[in-house]
Structures are given as C-alpha cells and as structure tokens.
C-alpha cells in the first residue's frame, strides 16, 4: 500500500504531459473542490504542465461549503495556476424548481454533472483538456456520478487508493489542512464519504487492495483479519459497479462492432 | 537517432520491440505489417544503417504466409538484413492479448554475427528459461532482446517499477550462468493509458552489469562492449563446454511423449 511517491509523481506528471501532448493539447482543465484529490490532481498538473497551462475551476453551490472554497482558492494562488469560480445554483434550482424532489441522491448527481457539462464547456473554450481526479476507491466502489465527477478527458489518479493518494499528497506539499479534512463528494451538507460508505477509506483500501491487486477471495481477506461485514459490503460494491467503469454495452449486429471487435487504442496515430 | 549513434561511431544500436510501429496495435497489426525483404521502411534503414548493425521490431508478413502476422526482430547488418526472429511466447494473460494479433514464431536459433554469434529474443520469450538456453546451446555469445514491456507495481520498496525486478534478474541469471553478453532494449512512454517501464541495460558474460538505464525515462545508453570478456567467462565457468543437450533433448523427448491428456 505505501508507494515510492517520488516515482510516482514522476510517472504520473509523465503522464499528463504526454497524454495532452499526443492529443495536441497543452493546457488543462480540472474541477477544484478544495478536497484532497483535485487538490493533488492540480499539483501534479502544475509541475507537468506550467502554472499557467493548468485551470481549475470553482464550482459551488450558492454559499455552502465555504470552507472548501477557501482551501480550494488557497491552492491555485499556491501553484500560480489560473482559477475562475462558477456558482452552479442557478443552474440548479432553475431545474428543480420546475422538477422538485426530496431525493438528495438525485441532487447531489444533478450538481456532478451540472459542474462536468460546465467543465466540458470551459475545456472547449480553453482548448483544453479535462483532468480526471476519480481515484481508484471511487471507482472500484462506484462511489462517484457517471457522467459527473467520474467524466474526463484522462485520469492520472485512478490507479491510486485513497490512501495512497494521501502519501502523494505529503510529498507533493499539498497543504496540511487539506490531506486531514474528512473527505466529502459535497453531495449536501454534513455529507462525508466514509459516513455514506460506512467504512473508513483506510479499511476500504485494504480491503481492496486484497480483493483487487493480489485477487484474494472475501474468505481469504475474512481470514486475514477483517470484519465479514465489510469485506462482504466492499466485494458486493465492486460488483454492483462494474457498468460505471465501462462505455455502455452496444447491441452487436453487424460482423465488426464499435465496443466488441473494432479494436484500437485510443491513441492510434498519435 | 541512427545518425547520432553513427557520429557517436557506435557498431550496433538496438532499438525497442516493435519499433517501427509502436506496441499496442490491434486491429492496426495488418495495416502496418512489412516483408523485411522489399518494404519500403527497410529500404530506408538499409540505406541509413550502412556502416553499422541495427536491431530492430516490426510486424512481418511474408509473401508466402499471406494473412500471418509476427511479433518481429530484425538484425541488419551494415544495411543487409542477416537475422529475422518471431516472437515464439506471446503474452495473452492479463493486460496482455499478443495471441489475439499475432501468429506465433516456431524457432529459436542463433545466427553468425559480427561480434560472435548472436541471437535475439522479443521481449516475453527473455523470461521463458528455455529462449534462453536453447539460444545458448545454439552457440549465442551475444544475446539481444528487444522489449515493451508496461511497468507495474510502485511499492516504496523499489527505486522504479516492481515488475522491473524480473527482467533485471533474468539478465544477470542468463548473463552468468550461460557466460553471455545480454542485452536487453525496453521502450518508454505511453500508450491506452499503460507506460512502459524502461529500464534497458547490458550484462557481460560474468554477470556483471556493464549500463542500465533508468526506469520510465527515456535514455541514451551507450556503452563499450569488452567482448574478449566471452572467451575469458567461458574458460573460468565452462558451462558451454559441460553442456550436453543430448541429455536435455532426450529428456524432453521423454516428457513430451508422456503427455496423456
């Protein structure tokens, strides 16, 4: 679980940089929560490609989480990167005021996706490219908003566990207030992610990393020492998300198919 | 990069596995498939190779196997093409699907070359036990493998890449213990997300680590090969001498006739 964060950073700023460069991209554009993943995103987006290649932009709803937007406006004037600041409730409220609902699952998605469509237009502006910032928790969990927060261009920070992102996050300099606050999607107030789960990211990440890297079965991970409950809940999640982490399914008919057997890389030519 | 290694008067330069068209082809593998013998890339590095040896990956196709795609090595010399090797071992496991593409070679040997007797292995064939011992037993003093191989695993354990362990300790087991010049050229960058892990490095036929390049950057390794080294390992460990692949072949032989499934 505790990676080399010198190399990592190393590979994962290559990665940023080649990626933009071989879709003839040099600057990039991400979403600033002021939470600890778009917090390491962008350091990692300043060191590959200049402060001033690097957006992030600030998307709250109305007045909450005031505080978040202070860390997150803390962190761009850190980096010298451009930042601008979106307030989405009008967007918001304008939608549900004419649909209303009591659902805050289906609000909290709503503002994912208000500030992903808000990100692809500002990425179209820019001539820019969206930086992924879904970690590799979320997406085995599936704790993340298809076509929201889970929508980029490229993910550098996918294949990293929460935990792990946290050990990068020292080593990069992110600020120490924001590596210690309990992490939020921000989906409503009071809102925190191991609340929702009902398991802490640490245990989480353990127990992935068994079932996951090293293939355990939920008996082997149960034997080694964690709650049945949970290693149950984590694997049933897993399972439960898998069409988050793929294109949907394509109805095949003819004797080459888009998804099942027309096959290139996404960056062919490039 | 062939002109630089000329002005730097290196004798033989070993580019990556696949090489000429990058690694993750798929469906492009029919599209960018060559006949070494009249394409129009090996006319070109035929002519920019003059002077020196070049090794080198691409996609062969052969007028006679229409329709049959190889994970390919070429070794040039001074423009003339001397050795072509198939990719015997195709990864098709994991994040690997070579057999999905590819046909597989059905020979491992090794040729005259003008440093001694050489052979050349594509990338996964290096870490099959008996890739190298049968090009061992063919006499090769100079092993050249030509690599693409993703880097995986960041554990704080390791200065690079996890995975990297494996090849390093393949080439100083071979290098060693079959007194040979091992050669190993392994590609950086990315491709669909997957880098590669770099890495490449040289081990004279004691088992020592002659270069190495660093993990996941790219690099311009140059090193002076002392190839006398050959004849002094084989006279201090004669393994050559005391091999006997009768024993080996018959043995085999024996395993291969008991297969009963």
């Known amino acids: 679980m505790t990676i080399n964060a010198p190399f990592v950073e190393k590979i994962l700023t290559g990665f940023i940089k080649e990626e933009l460069a071989k879709a003839g991209f040099r600057k990039g554009v991400l979403g600033l929560s002021g939470g600890l993943d778009s917090s390491v995103c962008a350091f990692l987006a300043s060191k590959a490609l200049g402060p001033r290649n690097v957006l992030g932009v600030i998307m709250p709803y109305g007045r909450s989480f005031g505080g978040d937007l202070k860390d997150a406006r803390t962190v761009a004037r850190r980096l010298r990167i451009r930042v601008e600041t979106v307030d989405i409730a009008p967007m918001v409220d304008a939608y549900f005021g004419r649909h209303p609902t009591d659902n805050r699952v289906r609000v909290g998605n709503k503002m994912a996706r208000e500030r992903m469509s808000i990100l692809y237009d500002v990425s179209a502006r820019e001539k820019a490219l969206i930086l992924g910032t879904s970690n590799k928790t979320e997406l085995l969990l599936g704790y993340g908003t298809i076509h929201g927060d889970m929508a980029c261009a490229v993910n550098p920070l996918g294949d990293l566990y929460k935990t792990q992102i946290r050990q990068l996050a020292v080593h990069l300099g992110v600020p120490e207030r924001i590596r210690t606050k309990e992490p939020t999607a921000g989906l409503w107030a009071g809102q925190t992610d191991e609340g929702e789960l009902g398991l802490t990211y640490a245990e989480a990440d353990e127990i992935l990393v068994r079932l996951v890297d090293e293939r355990a079965s939920t008996a082997e991970v149960v034997a080694a020492g964690f709650a049945k409950k949970k290693v149950e809940k984590v694997a049933a999640r897993i399972r439960a998300s898998e069409f988050k982490r793929h294109l949907p399914p394509i109805a095949k008919i003819a004797p080459r198919t888009v998804g099942h057997d027309f096959l290139y890389a996404y960056d062919r030519d490039k | ?261």
């Open chain 2, 1 to 261: 990069m062939i002109a630089r290694a000329r002005r730097e008067k290196a004798d033989l330069v070993v580019f990556p596995e696949l090489s000429l068209t990058g690694y993750k082809l798929r469906d492009l593998v029919e599209e960018v498939a060559l006949d070494p013998a009249s394409s129009g890339p090996f006319r070109k590095l035929r002519e920019a190779g003059r002077g020196l040896d070049l090794v080198l990956g691409f996609v062969e196709e052969k007028p006679g196997e229409r329709g049959l795609f190889y994970n390919a090595a070429a070794y040039l010399h001074r423009g003339r093409l001397l050795h072509v090797h198939r990719k015997v071992f195709l990864p098709t496991a994991g994040m690997f699907e070579e057999r999905r593409f590819f046909t597989e070679g059905r020979n491992i040997r090794a040729f005259d070359g003008p440093f001694g007797r050489t052979g050349l292995l594509v990338c996964r064939d290096f870490l099959h036990l008996n890739a190298n011992y049968l090009l061992f037993a063919d006499g090769a003093e100079i092993s050249i493998t030509i690599s693409a191989a993703p880097g995986r695993g960041v554990s704080s354990a390791a200065k690079g890449y996890a995975s990297s362990r494996m090849w390093e300790l393949m080439g100083e087991t071979v290098s060693r213990l079959t007194t040979t010049f091992v050669l190993y050229c392994n590609r950086v960058g990315f491709e669909d997300g997957a880098a590669f892990a770099g890495g490449s490095f040289i081990f004279d036929p004691f088992g020592k680590l002659v270069a190495q390049a660093p993990p996941f950057e790219s690099d311009w390794l140059v090193a002076d090969l002392d190839l006398s080294l050959i004849r002094k390992a084989r006279k201090a460990w004669p393994f050559r001498r005391d091999d006997k692949p009768e024993v080996t072949l018959a043995a085999l032989e024996r395993i291969v006739r008991s297969y009963d499934d």
